[in-house]
């Protein structure tokens, strides 16, 4: 697996330090809204968000629920987005989301595709609110131009693995962040 990265991009005690300041700037938030009290719905997408996730929820010291979604852009060895799919069978949140404080989280924002279609449709249960967070954000004017609430880190517009991001599926297990060499990217995707 090491073989085939070109570079680290951010480390896991980099990611670490971040996810711990993010947990406690998330929290103060919360409470600085009144929400310290009242009970959120933690919204995972499936499956890159798997690690930031358990990670960043073990310093959200609040009381809350989490309810996965799965939402499909890059299948197989596409490294580009073709388009933002919910998977009803992957999605665990109930259809009335009526008086919850929503938290989203996914690994990373691109196109935005999959922000804005999970957006819509939490907002189609009735939130009392929902608010969003990646690990990543590409420094790519669509997501730029998205408006997310929190964000880890922000990168370069390049293909990146590992820390639950995968290509084809592999790489998820990396605790770094990493740009995979050229040639083991397969050239337009094959899927
Ligand atoms: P968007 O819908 O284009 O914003 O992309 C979001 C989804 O595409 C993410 O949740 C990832 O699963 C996937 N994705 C986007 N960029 C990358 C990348 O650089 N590496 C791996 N997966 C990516
Ligand atoms: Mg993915």
Do not use: W
Request: charged fraction near 25%; include cysteine; hydrophobic fraction near 40%.
């Amino acid at each position: 697996m090491q073989e085939d990265l070109q570079r680290i991009l951010v480390s896991r005690s980099e990611i670490a330090t971040r996810i711990e300041s993010l947990g406690q700037q998330i929290t103060r938030d919360l409470e600085a809204d009144g929400l310290g009290s009242d009970e959120i719905t933690l919204v995972p997408i499936l499956t890159g968000s798997i690690i930031f996730v358990s990670d960043l929820i073990r310093c959200l010291p609040l009381r809350m629920q989490i309810h996965v979604m799965s939402v499909t852009s890059y299948p197989g060895t596409s490294t580009t987005s073709r388009g933002a799919k919910l998977d009803p069978t992957g999605t665990q949140v109930p259809g009335d989301l009526s008086g919850r404080h929503v938290l989203v989280m996914d690994d990373i924002l691109d196109s935005g595709n999959t922000l804005r279609l999970v957006k819509q449709e939490l907002e189609a249960r009735g939130p009392a609110s929902v608010r969003t967070c990646v690990m990543l954000r590409k420094q790519r004017p669509e997501a730029m131009a998205f408006d997310v609430d929190y964000i880890a880190f922000d990168i370069p517009d390049e293909f990146v693995v590992g820390y639950g991001l995968d290509y084809d599926d592999y790489y998820r297990n990396l605790p770094d962040i990493a740009v995979l060499k050229p040639d083991v990217i397969q050239q337009g995707g094959a899927d």
